[in-house]
């Protein structure tokens, strides 16, 4: 049964960095996307950043210029390089697989909590 398994999160302070990894097993795919998102207390599901099978990348407005995210070279992992932290970047970070090639699918990790406090 396919899963993806978030690692990374902890606690940080203002300015810092960080890196999550993200990494997919059991899911048999060619055309897909995979996605950061994060949900803060008492806020809705965002999302964060997503990389497809053709190296297409988004950024929400929030993130852009200070996060990255990249594919590694095996594909079924994607990382998310978080710079100069800050604390509205506080929440859970989810990662997921979206497949449409060869079957459609959708894949949520548990999520890895992010703190950014001094």
């Known amino acids: 049964q396919g899963q993806v398994v978030e690692s990374g999160g902890g606690l940080v302070q203002p300015g810092d960095s960080l890196q999550l990894s993200c990494a997919a097993s059991?899911?048999?795919?060619?055309?897909?996307?995979m996605s950061w998102y994060r949900q803060a207390p008492g806020k809705r599901r965002e999302l964060v950043a997503s990389?497809?099978?053709?190296?297409?990348?988004n950024y929400s407005e929030s993130v852009k210029g200070r996060f990255s995210i990249s594919r590694g070279v095996s594909k079924n992992t994607v990382f998310l390089q978080m710079n100069n932290l800050n604390s509205e970047d506080t929440a859970v970070y989810y990662c997921?697989?979206?497949?449409?090639?060869?079957?459609?699918?959708?894949?949520w990790g548990q999520g890895t909590q992010v703190t950014v406090a001094s």
């Open positions: 997921n697989m979206h497949t449409w090639y060869p079957t459609a699918g959708d894949y």
């Open positions: 059991g899911i048999i795919f060619r055309g897909y996307t």
């Open positions: 990389v497809n099978d053709a190296d297409t990348i």
